[in-house]
């Protein structure tokens, strides 16, 4: 009877042993969260089709009206975090809103390299009389009123840094002042850098830059 008494204590003593140890264990880490698919351009122009993208912004992604962007040649990484924020509401559009809410993460991003695979049609400048306080602007900035050169972020010819600003060379001048206006008066939020240059920035010096970056290539 001592004995098994004996056997009881030790196999008591080993159970608690062992549940000491067990919550001393670490938890299992958590699972590596999925990496997304690599962005698949055929799928992406069959997305952009389906969505009925090229109504506004052509087949090519090269906008034929002057208030709706060109998208060609533009950086993906920029227009994927454009897509995701319209999607999220932090920019506001009437009608990108609505666009992007029916698009999929992976689905942002294979348009978003679709676009980006299209070469731009060249603009020009239309406004002779800006043209020199437009070039002024986006080479030098405004030192007196603390106006940066726009192209210390989006490179002399207009081409942007990718990943980081986007490509403005070639983009329709009207849409380029609609947005440095919707800026400049918190209308477009999603760059607080941007708010504070359109800010300082009169509508004369917005369309004047607008213009000058419309003729960059």
Not at 23 to 43: C, S, T
Not at 54 to 62: E, L, T, V, W
Not at 70 to 91: I, T
Not at 128 to 148: C, N, T
Request: hydrophobic share 45%.
């Amino acid at each position: 009877m001592k004995l098994f008494a004996r056997l009881l204590l030790a196999a008591a003593l080993g159970a608690g042993i062992s549940a000491s140890f067990a919550a001393d264990e670490p938890a299992a880490a958590p699972a590596a969260a999925a990496k997304p698919a690599k962005p698949d351009l055929v799928k992406g122009e069959a997305a952009y089709n389906a969505k009925a993208c090229a109504s506004c912004h052509n087949a090519d992604g090269n906008s034929a009206i002057a208030a709706n962007p060109k998208l060609a040649d533009q950086h993906p990484e920029y227009l994927y975090k454009q897509l995701q924020e319209f999607k999220s509401l932090k920019r506001k559009s009437a009608v990108m809103n609505g666009m992007a809410a029916t698009l999929s993460d992976q689905e942002m991003r294979d348009v978003a390299w679709f676009l980006a695979s299209k070469p731009i049609k060249a603009g020009f400048a239309k406004e002779k009389d800006l043209v020199s306080l437009g070039e002024r602007i986006y080479r030098g900035g405004l030192a007196d009123r603390q106006i940066p050169a726009c192209a210390g972020c989006h490179s002399p010819n207009g081409a942007g840094i990718p990943a980081q600003y986007p490509r403005l060379g070639g983009q329709h001048a009207e849409y380029l002042s609609t947005q440095l206006k919707l800026f400049r008066v918190g209308g477009r939020a999603n760059s607080v850098q941007m708010m504070g240059v359109a800010a300082k920035m009169t509508d004369r010096e917005i369309d004047a830059v607008s213009d000058y970056i419309a003729g960059l290539r």
